[in-house]
């Protein structure tokens, strides 16, 4: 039976583990045993509902979509198709400023079709695009800032593993989920060419119009990244594979030939061929499926704590209570709203953006529904503030992936944080936008599911 003292305990102790440090699955684990102790009393029911949620987890074809999704993406990313597309893309924009962050948010936005994680996206775009912004002159902050904040188009854009698990948590389709973020993410991609094409025009040094090439070489010499015409058949090939692949995979998801789980698991099978045609080899091979191992297993444990928590919310009825106590609080829907976004921008600032999603949306969705909010574009907003608490500081996890990634002491993490700065601000305007207007993310799941 529920009582304001069992939801307060199993609230504070939730937060007060994650804040120690212990890991997320753990504190959902313990603190869902405890909820479900306080609420029957008896240790063989806290067993019998760990037993069986492990179960029926194990069981679930759904949860096979988030590897296989990634395996496509590393597969894809191995291949070298991007780096062909982001040197042609670079060449075709020769006539427009800031040509090169230009380039790397259509990669990004590209990339974003194929892969569903952004850390994964900033790690490739650090090594393929950050070379040649530095050889061009470019400001390394700005370089920088365009790699992390364009990376967020990689959980908005489908197949986004912030989809998968909210579609999971939340009970809805992952196919629908997918449409929905289409538009958003090509709004958002829009926004950060306008504002590059912006800063180019007003501040050209800072996206080397004013530095020669040959001078930024003369600096470094081992920046010289001056690149040969690509072959055409090289490119016919990588263009024709990546595009094939998105079209073949999104496009069966959404016209119902197909599960989202089965598409995942024929995107990585294409993904495969193409990477073998274009020279990947058996250690490729194995570092690929490593890879996405240490990325995926985690994720995996995780989703099987929260269905737990889930199910320990439900029984111990803290999700019925918080609803009723914003029902009864005479806040209006925007202001609920708000104290939303709030926790999500301050618990991005300490965790990262799944575990947030875990820890909050079994609780927040319900809420945000009974204020009458729309269930999918609601749910793109989610993904949207979560997503943006990776460029939040201190610990903003897309930062310090790009950080890693370039091997560049002269550029600091403070560096990165504030050129992100202006990228998490588009991400707040398009959240206000998908608010004002929640069509932007349901006129595509409408027209076609």
Same mark, same amino acid.
């Given at each position: 039976?529920?009582?304001?003292?069992?939801a307060?305990?199993?609230?504070?102790?939730?937060?007060?583990?994650?804040l120690?440090g212990?890991?997320?699955?753990?504190?959902?684990?313990?603190?869902s045993?405890?909820?479900?102790?306080?609420?029957?009393?008896?240790?063989?029911?806290v067993?019998?509902?760990?037993?069986?949620?492990?179960?029926e987890?194990?069981?679930?074809?759904?949860?096979a979509?988030?590897?296989?999704f990634m395996l496509?993406?590393?597969?894809?990313g191995?291949?070298?198709?991007?780096?062909d597309?982001?040197?042609?893309i670079?060449?075709?924009?020769?006539?427009?400023?800031?040509?090169?962050?230009i380039?790397?948010?259509?990669?990004?936005?590209?990339?974003?079709?194929v892969?569903g994680?952004?850390?994964?996206?900033?790690?490739?775009?650090?090594?393929i695009?950050y070379?040649?912004?530095?050889?061009?002159?470019?400001?390394?902050g700005?370089?920088?800032?365009?790699?992390?904040?364009?990376s967020c188009?990689?959980?908005l854009?489908?197949?986004s593993v912030?989809?998968?698990?909210?579609?999971?948590?939340?009970?809805?389709?992952?196919?629908?989920?997918?449409l929905?973020?289409?538009?958003?993410?090509?709004?958002?991609?829009?926004?950060?060419?306008?504002?590059i094409?912006?800063?180019?025009?007003?501040?050209?040094?800072?996206?080397?119009?004013?530095?020669?090439?040959?001078?930024?070489?003369?600096?470094d010499p081992?920046l010289?990244?001056?690149?040969a015409?690509?072959?055409?058949?090289?490119? $016919?090939?990588?263009? =024709?594979g !990546?595009f094939? &692949?998105?079209?073949?995979?999104?496009?069966? /998801?959404?016209?119902? *030939?197909? @599960?989202?789980?089965?598409?995942?698991?024929?995107?990585?099978?294409?993904?495969?061929?193409?990477?073998?045609?274009?020279g990947?080899?058996?250690?490729d091979?194995?570092?690929?499926?490593y890879?996405?191992?240490?990325?995926?297993?985690?994720?995996?444990?995780?989703?099987?704590?929260?269905?737990?928590?889930?199910r320990?919310?439900?029984?111990?009825?803290?999700?019925?209570?918080?609803?009723d106590?914003?029902?009864?609080?005479?806040?209006?829907?925007?202001?609920? $709203?708000?104290i939303? =976004?709030l !926790?999500?921008? &301050?618990?991005?600032?300490?965790?990262?953006? /799944?575990?947030?999603? *875990?820890? @909050?949306?079994p609780?927040?969705?319900?809420?945000a529904?009974?204020?009458?909010?729309d269930?999918v574009?609601?749910?793109?907003?989610?993904?949207?503030?979560?997503?943006a608490?990776?460029l939040?500081?201190p610990?903003?996890?897309?930062?310090y992936?790009?950080?890693?990634?370039?091997?560049?002491?002269?550029?600091?993490?403070q560096?990165?944080?504030?050129?992100s700065v202006?990228y998490?601000?588009?991400?707040?305007?398009?959240v206000?936008?998908?608010?004002?207007?929640?069509?932007?993310?349901?006129?595509?799941?409408?027209?076609?599911?």
């Open positions: 039976m529920f009582d304001v003292f069992t307060g305990l199993i609230i504070a102790l939730l937060m007060g583990l994650v120690l212990v890991h997320v699955a753990i504190a959902l684990g313990v603190t045993a405890v909820g479900i102790y306080l609420v029957t009393g008896k240790m063989r029911i067993e019998a509902t760990l037993a069986s949620t492990s179960a987890a194990l069981r679930d074809f759904t949860f979509v988030i590897p296989l496509m993406g590393e597969f894809i191995r291949s070298g198709a991007i780096t597309l982001y040197i042609a670079n060449k075709s924009l020769s006539r427009l400023p800031a040509r090169l962050a380039a790397t948010v259509l990669g990004n936005t590209i990339f974003s079709f892969t994680v952004s850390i994964a996206s900033a790690a490739a775009f650090s090594r695009a070379p040649e912004m530095k050889a061009h002159g470019y400001n390394r700005f370089a920088l800032g365009a790699i992390a904040g364009s188009l990689g959980m854009i489908p197949p912030l989809m998968i698990v909210w579609g999971i948590l939340t009970e809805q389709s992952i196919g629908r989920l997918f929905a973020g289409v538009l958003p993410g090509l709004l958002l991609a829009v926004m950060f060419i306008v504002y094409i912006g800063v180019a025009i007003l501040r050209p040094d800072i996206v080397g119009e004013e530095i020669a090439k040959h001078e930024a070489r003369k600096l081992a010289d990244t001056s690149q015409p690509l072959p055409r058949n090289q490119l $016919l090939a990588s263009l =024709l !990546v094939g &692949i998105i079209a073949s995979v999104l496009g069966g /998801i959404w016209l119902g *030939l197909f @599960t989202p789980t089965e598409g995942a698991g024929a995107g990585a099978a294409l993904a495969l061929l193409l990477a073998v045609a274009k990947m080899r058996w250690p091979f194995v570092s690929a499926i890879a996405v191992g240490k990325t995926a297993a985690p994720i995996l444990i995780l989703l099987l704590f929260a269905a737990l928590y889930s320990t919310l439900a029984m111990t009825g803290v999700t019925s209570a918080i609803r106590f914003f029902l009864n609080s005479g806040l209006t829907p925007f202001m609920v $709203l708000g939303i =976004l !926790v999500w921008f &301050i618990l991005g600032m300490i965790i990262d953006s /799944i575990s947030i999603m *875990l820890l @909050t949306v609780i927040v969705e319900p809420v529904l009974a204020f009458g909010f269930q574009s609601f749910a793109i907003v989610g993904i949207i503030a979560i997503e608490g990776l939040t500081p610990f903003g996890l897309l930062v992936t790009v950080k890693a990634a370039i091997q560049d002491n002269e550029v600091g993490v560096h990165i944080f504030l050129a202006p998490w601000i588009i991400m707040l305007i398009t206000a936008l998908i608010v004002a207007f929640p069509s932007i993310a349901n006129i595509l799941p409408d027209l076609m599911m």
